[in-house]
């Protein structure tokens, strides 16, 4: 265990690994709980959905038990999804030097014992979303399709971030449905631009491990666009900003929840201005980044929600 962490896909003195027991810290590693950056990615759709059908709505902000609990299904989901990654990836992960240290091809946990541990997450995920509305709760299931392929498509085609993105962005169906119990308009471009900008943050990660993936086989953006990752992702990024100021447009929010897209517009601009494709650490930081660029539009749309809705303006 102690050559495990010293490899470059462990965090080193995060709270994770400083105090959860020594049986456990191997699931923890597994679930990613170490690095929060994958929930929070997750969490974006869900949440910017659920605030722009808050605020549509007429709510002055949305609803704090909802907002907990796709903050716990968020965590859950994406843990239950990296045990699964890991089970399909072994052999993979076994090859590649920042990977061959996780808990599965380490052999600290059995393909059985992750199994085991996938369907608890998976448990707590389907209690959450039990808490929803009917329709929600369908449109919740109806997601484990897509989560199921992701970790194959890599083998198969360059455009594995699509896919990702699939699944990634499910919750900008979960935040509106949770509101008004019917999907529109608004709900299925959050969708599409959540799927866009998967492409864009994951393609930037890809970067890191470029020349390892090449040597196992495995197929990424980041492959595909090589040299001309910067204007390909200059074109997704305002594919991104373009989809998502139509939702709001037709959510028929006031213009705070603008204000916030054009920081989110920003923030992207700013990751392609300092982008250096050669440098890994660069890429990670740049990928992290986003948490905070969708901080930024969610912002925006509740303090344009308690403005409108709550009589302050």
Same mark, same amino acid.
């Given at each position: 265990?102690?050559?495990?962490?010293?490899?470059?896909?462990?965090? &080193? /003195?995060? %709270?994770?690994?400083?105090?959860?027991?020594?049986?456990?810290?191997?699931?923890?590693?597994?679930?990613?709980?170490?690095?929060?950056?994958?929930?929070?990615?997750?969490?974006?759709?869900?949440? %910017?959905?659920? $605030?722009? $059908?808050? +605020?549509?709505? /007429?709510?002055?902000?949305?609803?704090? %038990?909802?907002?907990?609990?796709?903050?716990?299904?968020?965590?859950?989901?994406?843990?239950?999804?990296?045990?699964?990654? +890991?089970?399909?990836? &072994?052999?993979?992960? @076994? !090859?590649?030097?920042?990977?061959?240290?996780?808990? *599965?091809?380490?052999?600290?946990?059995?393909?059985?014992?992750?199994?085991?541990?996938?369907?608890?997450?998976?448990? *707590? /995920?389907?209690?959450?979303?039990?808490?929803?509305?009917?329709?929600?709760?369908?449109?919740?299931?109806?997601?484990?399709?897509?989560? @199921?392929?992701?970790?194959?498509? &890599?083998?198969?085609?360059?455009?594995?971030?699509?896919?990702?993105?699939?699944?990634?962005?499910?919750?900008?169906?979960?935040?509106?449905?949770?509101?008004? /119990?019917?999907?529109?308009?608004?709900?299925?471009?959050?969708?599409?631009?959540?799927?866009?900008?998967?492409?864009?943050?994951?393609?930037?990660?890809?970067?890191?491990?470029?020349? +390892?993936?090449?040597?196992?086989?495995?197929?990424?953006?980041?492959?595909?666009?090589?040299?001309?990752?910067?204007? *390909?992702?200059? @074109?997704?990024?305002?594919?991104?900003?373009?989809?998502?100021?139509?939702?709001?447009?037709?959510?028929?929010?006031?213009?705070?929840?603008?204000?916030?897209?054009?920081?989110?517009?920003?923030?992207?601009?700013? !990751?392609?201005?300092?982008?250096? *494709?050669?440098?890994?650490?660069?890429?990670? &930081?740049?990928?992290?980044? =986003?948490?905070? @660029?969708?901080?930024?539009?969610?912002?925006?749309?509740?303090?344009?929600?308690?403005?409108? =809705? $709550?009589?302050?303006?």
């Amino acid at each position: 265990m102690t050559e495990s962490a010293s490899l470059p896909d462990t965090v &080193k /003195g995060h %709270w994770v690994e400083r105090y959860s027991p020594a049986w456990f810290l191997p699931y923890a590693r597994m679930a990613r709980l170490e690095r929060p950056v994958g929930w929070q990615l997750l969490l974006w759709p869900c949440w %910017w959905s659920l $605030a722009l $059908a808050s +605020d549509a709505a /007429g709510y002055a902000i949305p609803n704090p %038990w909802h907002w907990l609990l796709f903050l716990i299904g968020a965590v859950a989901m994406r843990g239950a999804g990296c045990v699964f990654n +890991d089970i399909v990836d &072994k052999d993979l992960d @076994a !090859q590649v030097y920042r990977t061959r240290g996780r808990p *599965i091809p380490s052999g600290q946990v059995t393909r059985r014992q992750a199994a085991v541990f996938m369907v608890i997450l998976s448990l *707590i /995920g389907l209690a959450v979303l039990l808490q929803f509305n009917r329709f929600t709760i369908i449109m919740g299931l109806c997601s484990l399709l897509v989560v @199921a392929i992701y970790p194959f498509m &890599k083998r198969i085609t360059y455009w594995p971030q699509f896919v990702l993105g699939l699944a990634f962005s499910w919750g900008a169906f979960l935040g509106w449905t949770s509101v008004f /119990g019917a999907l529109a308009w608004p709900a299925l471009l959050i969708y599409a631009g959540s799927i866009l900008w998967t492409i864009f943050y994951d393609t930037i990660y890809a970067h890191q491990d470029k020349e +390892d993936d090449v040597l196992v086989g495995i197929k990424s953006t980041a492959l595909l666009f090589g040299p001309r990752t910067k204007p *390909i992702l200059s @074109a997704f990024a305002t594919a991104t900003v373009a989809v998502l100021a139509l939702a709001t447009y037709l959510a028929g929010v006031g213009p705070l929840a603008f204000l916030g897209l054009g920081g989110f517009a920003a923030h992207l601009a700013w !990751q392609i201005k300092v982008l250096d *494709i050669a440098e890994p650490m660069v890429c990670l &930081k740049l990928f992290r980044s =986003n948490w905070h @660029a969708g901080w930024i539009f969610f912002l925006g749309i509740v303090a344009d929600g308690l403005v409108r =809705n $709550a009589g302050l303006f």
